[in-house]
């Protein structure tokens, strides 16, 4: 999303995206040939464990980003209120019901296995984004002897993923994990000196240590946090 700002026929016009519009609400489109051709080809649905998780959306124009064993992403163009409120609907009755957000621009959840959907409207843009993962949390948890990890308490929970380990960054996603042991490890982490420029939210703490060493802890429903560490320059 970009915002243009253009003086036509005197006047300053304010716009986002593919259309510019003015104090009026005069608009000017200034779609290019592949706008057009993004909002008009048609996509092949996969065959794919993730999808057969979700509703094949009825809207048949957009491209799919990904289509890996780990993530499903597609993108699909001219898409109504009606046909976003619809597909979350049809999700809901796939199972995903569980630790659910929605908001006018966005609907997120996981399944009873594990699997986070998250659905992004763009009224503006008629596109909608759908994005589903693979669970986070089914491996066993071994947790770092050196690196950033050794600076924080290893957490209670038992199964995760680590996806980063080096000596300038740490990332992982940590399952049996409830919100109250979310709120917890946060405190234990400030006990381990992360308490400088500190943010706390009811789901996202972030602060730096002495030495410039940050961390950010979010729960992200389900059970499960992630830890993104990074060193000091």
Same mark, same amino acid.
């Given at each position: ?8 026929? &005197? ?19 200034? !779609?290019?040939?592949?706008?057009? !051709? ?38 699909? !163009? ?68 050196? &690196?950033?990890?050794t600076l924080i308490p290893k957490p209670q929970g038992t199964k995760g993923k680590i996806t980063i380990d080096t000596h300038i960054q740490f990332f ?39 030495? &410039? ?7 992200? &429903?389900?059970?499960?946090i992630s830890i993104s560490m990074y060193a000091h320059d």
């Amino acid at each position: 999303i970009f915002i243009a700002f253009v003086i036509f026929n &005197g006047s300053l016009w304010v716009g986002l995206s593919n259309i510019i519009s003015n104090s009026n609400n005069d608009t000017i489109s200034h !779609q290019s040939n592949e706008d057009i !051709q993004a909002k008009t080809a048609k996509y092949t649905w996969p065959q794919s464990e993730l999808t057969a998780r979700i509703p094949k959306p009825s809207i048949n124009t957009g491209e799919v980003w990904n289509n890996s064993d780990s993530e499903f992403w597609l993108i699909l !163009q001219g898409v109504t209120t009606e046909d976003y409120l619809e597909y979350i609907d049809a999700c809901k009755e796939k199972g995903f019901i569980i630790d659910t957000e929605k908001t006018d621009m966005f609907f997120e959840a996981y399944d009873s296995d594990g699997y986070y959907l998250k659905v992004s409207y763009l009224d503006f843009m008629e596109e909608l984004d759908i994005k589903i993962t693979e669970p986070r949390t089914n491996e066993n948890l071994e947790w770092p002897t050196v &690196g950033l990890a050794t600076l924080i308490p290893k957490p209670q929970g038992t199964k995760g993923k680590i996806t980063i380990d080096t000596h300038i960054q740490f990332f992982a996603y940590i399952g049996e994990m409830s919100k109250e042991d979310y709120n917890e490890y946060v405190n234990e982490c400030i006990e381990k000196g992360f308490n400088v420029e500190y943010s706390k939210y009811d789901k996202v703490y972030s602060a730096k240590n002495k030495k &410039g060493d940050s961390i950010r802890i979010e729960y992200e &429903g389900n059970n499960t946090i992630s830890i993104s560490m990074y060193a000091h320059d």
